[in-house]
């Protein structure tokens, strides 16, 4: 019943019925990760995809000069790498457990097998990972355009809406980013993020409470 309650909220597998859901469901088994565990390597041949239970897992990717870019932060109810095995193809990126984790994994043979015998469910899943890869590009290009404070600013506010919790001063971000991880997300230098976070705090933009980042209730950020 633990993994059928995970899958039903994915939106992976929105579109599927109940009867859909209970077959995938039947697929997974549950692992435990500990803090800086690495889930998957980048390169790494794509054999799994794997479903957040609890817990936060980092994305990374290193670039061919070994450059880091964090891509993300999954928490509870997401799933990671199901564009690889879709795709027949290597994980693009690494993923690691920044806190204990508990992740449902379904192997990638089980999956075809399952599409195989109910072309439904493959149907319904590919719609799914096309609204995923519509939403990803469009956020890709909202950035493309911007300028670092702008990207920051935009960065901020993505993270305090996937992980944020309400307090009296704003929306304070549960992740424990360092400057050096927001500059690899943005792509500038970590100088660069000291100087326009402290712009912001002076601008009212934001507030460090508690070691946490606040967004303030009213953003006044420039966008």
């Given at each position: 019943?633990?993994?059928?309650?995970?899958?039903?909220?994915?939106?992976?597998?929105?579109?599927?019925?109940?009867?859909?859901?209970?077959?995938?469901?039947?697929?997974?088994?549950?692992?435990?990760?500990?803090?800086?565990?690495?889930?998957?390597w980048q390169g790494d041949s794509a054999h799994r995809i794997y479903i957040v239970n609890t817990g936060l897992v980092k994305m990374v990717k290193l670039s061919e000069t070994g450059k880091e870019f964090i891509l993300g932060f999954a928490k509870a109810d997401q799933v990671l790498g199901e564009d690889a095995v879709f795709g027949d193809e290597a994980y693009s990126f690494s993923a690691i457990a920044m806190d204990e984790c508990c992740v449902t994994v379904c192997s990638k043979e089980d999956l075809e097998k399952l599409f195989l015998t109910n072309p439904s469910i493959a149907m319904k899943v590919i719609y799914s990972l096309s609204r995923k890869l519509h939403q990803s590009t469009e956020q890709i290009n909202s950035l493309a355009f911007q300028t670092a404070r702008e990207r920051l600013v935009s960065t901020l506010r993505q993270m305090a809406k996937e992980h944020g919790v309400p307090t009296e001063r704003g929306l304070a971000i549960q992740v424990p980013l360092t400057h050096q991880d927001i500059a690899s997300i943005i792509n500038v230098s970590r100088p660069t993020v000291t100087n326009l976070l402290l712009q912001l705090r002076h601008e009212g933009v934001l507030e460090i409470v508690n070691h946490r980042m606040v967004l303030p209730n009213k953003d006044q950020a420039a966008s």
């Amino acid at each position: 019943m633990g993994n059928l309650v995970c899958i039903r909220k994915l939106s992976l597998f929105a579109d599927l019925d109940e009867e859909e859901l209970q077959r995938v469901a039947r697929l997974a088994e549950k692992r435990h990760y500990q803090k800086d565990q690495t889930i998957f390597w980048q390169g790494d041949s794509a054999h799994r995809i794997y479903i957040v239970n609890t817990g936060l897992v980092k994305m990374v990717k290193l670039s061919e000069t070994g450059k880091e870019f964090i891509l993300g932060f999954a928490k509870a109810d997401q799933v990671l790498g199901e564009d690889a095995v879709f795709g027949d193809e290597a994980y693009s990126f690494s993923a690691i457990a920044m806190d204990e984790c508990c992740v449902t994994v379904c192997s990638k043979e089980d999956l075809e097998k399952l599409f195989l015998t109910n072309p439904s469910i493959a149907m319904k899943v590919i719609y799914s990972l096309s609204r995923k890869l519509h939403q990803s590009t469009e956020q890709i290009n909202s950035l493309a355009f911007q300028t670092a404070r702008e990207r920051l600013v935009s960065t901020l506010r993505q993270m305090a809406k996937e992980h944020g919790v309400p307090t009296e001063r704003g929306l304070a971000i549960q992740v424990p980013l360092t400057h050096q991880d927001i500059a690899s997300i943005i792509n500038v230098s970590r100088p660069t993020v000291t100087n326009l976070l402290l712009q912001l705090r002076h601008e009212g933009v934001l507030e460090i409470v508690n070691h946490r980042m606040v967004l303030p209730n009213k953003d006044q950020a420039a966008s």
